[in-house]
């Protein structure tokens, strides 16, 4: 345990107080030494109705201040194991789109190089194609768990080909991610036409309605991916809305009839042992949730993903 990176104890001082990193932990601006790299990409430009994420990460780490270190169900201890630091916010430009995606591919790039597994805080879904873009250069197409109230394989919003709803058409177009081991969990809501998720199954997409999935538990299709993933190198990116607004009102893009907070528990959890190179939780718009609870869940869904990263050991 000595070496490794501690969360700030709320025994040793106020959990109001201290430094505002995630989970309090030490603040980094070098790589070297991290086996994790905790990050925020402030952004918004990328969405298409409710603004507001761009003040996500700072959010998503002031809750996180309520989150201990042992996990109490899987009894894993990611911070006696992992070298873990919270690297701060990519200075993203906020009037560019594009310019914002050549800085997080460049700085991926760099955090990729030196074999450090990043974690980034959203911001607008939009930022995961960039993202995959280095995470491809660094491993080659991943297989890609995806949970999402929307599928995001729009062709094009206003005529634009990169946006938070298009991320997944391009990724797939790109060749970033395997279509066949593609698992978009959590869809529902209204559409255009029945294309807009069937047209993603016919490129290998494995699809999982939330309609479906409603009254079960989810450990068993967590399981089943698990093992069809197999050893692949895997991305996951989570996005807030999957969840019913009544558990996660804080997010651009609500849709009724989601996810509840102890589903997207057990799904996580069931993933552990896959070889999760990267991962992202993205969509917090804390204007739309004053209580601060959407950015709670985020930072605990963020936390159980360092839970099951690989040479993190559970019960």
Not at 144 to 164: K, Q, S
Not at 207 to 232: C, K, M, N, T
Request: proline share 7%; with cysteine.
């Amino acid at each position: 345990m000595s070496g490794f990176n501690q969360p700030i104890s709320g025994n040793d001082l106020a959990r109001f107080s201290g430094p505002g990193t995630f989970m309090r932990l030490p603040s980094e601006t070098r790589l070297n030494g991290l086996d994790v790299a905790v990050l925020g990409i402030p952004m918004d430009i990328g969405t298409s109705w409710r603004s507001g994420t761009r003040f996500g990460p700072k959010q998503i780490r002031a809750e996180s201040a309520m989150i201990r270190p042992y996990n109490m169900a899987t009894g894993a201890a990611p911070f006696d194991c992992l070298q873990v630091a919270d690297i701060g916010d990519l200075a993203i430009n906020t009037f560019s789109l594009p310019e914002s995606y050549r800085i997080i591919s460049e700085s991926y790039d760099a955090i990729l190089k030196r074999k450090v597994m990043p974690m980034a805080m959203g911001g607008d879904h939009s930022i995961t194609l960039p993202i995959l873009r280095s995470v491809a250069r660094r491993y080659g197409p991943v297989a890609l768990v995806h949970v999402d109230a929307h599928a995001d394989v729009n062709d094009e919003m206003f005529g634009v080909r990169e946006t938070h709803g298009t991320v997944f058409r391009r990724a797939w177009e790109e060749g970033l991610i395997l279509p066949d081991k593609t698992y978009q969990i959590g869809l529902r809501g209204t559409g255009y036409a029945a294309s807009d998720f069937a047209e993603a199954q016919g490129w290998g997409f494995q699809q999982f309605p939330a309609h479906e999935l409603w009254g079960r538990v989810l450990s068993e299709l967590g399981q089943e991916i698990r093992r069809d993933i197999g050893d692949l190198p895997t991305y996951i990116s989570f996005d807030i809305d999957s969840l019913d607004p009544a558990y996660a009102p804080g997010t651009g893009t609500p849709e009724i009839g989601g996810l509840t907070t102890p589903q997207a528990l057990q799904l996580i959890r069931a993933l552990q042992g896959v070889n999760v190179v990267g991962c992202d939780l993205v969509e917090v718009s804390p204007p739309y949730d004053t209580s601060g609870n959407t950015a709670l869940t985020g930072a605990n869904i963020l936390y159980e993903m360092l839970c099951i990263l690989p040479g993190v050991k559970a019960r």
